[in-house]
């Protein structure tokens, strides 16, 4: 019994809002995280981060969307992947590279990773 008012409790949710479109392609997006970030989707191509770092879409489907910027540099760049996670609640995961010396993406240096939780803002 209990694992049943579970399951429902679980499905609530997600029946709420199933006519929610987590990444809508035509028009601006913003999103804030945990730590104060912003993000603004300005269209299908491009993305804003804290109103200064400017990223290009690589792919935006209904319930994900991926960017990558570099930094003046071609060999440092920021990749973005924000997912929808269900209930109003997005996962950002932030990683940093450094390609200098790399020979591809499978030995470029890590500088740094970040993991939020972000929601859609107006």
Known sequence: MKMMIAAVALVSPLMANAEYTPFDKQQPINFECQTGVKIHVVDKKHVVINGD????????????????????????????????????YYSL??????YTDAQGPWNAKVLRVNALICTRTE
Not at 62 to 83: E, M, P, V
Request: overall charge negative; glycine content about 14%.
């Open 53 to 88: 770092f400017d990223a290009e879409v690589l792919e935006i489907s209904a319930d994900r969307l991926q960017a990558q910027g570099g930094h003046g540099d071609s060999l440092l760049t920021t990749n973005i992947d924000l997912r929808f996670m269900g209930g109003g």
């Open 93 to 98: 995961l932030v990683t940093e590279m450094d």
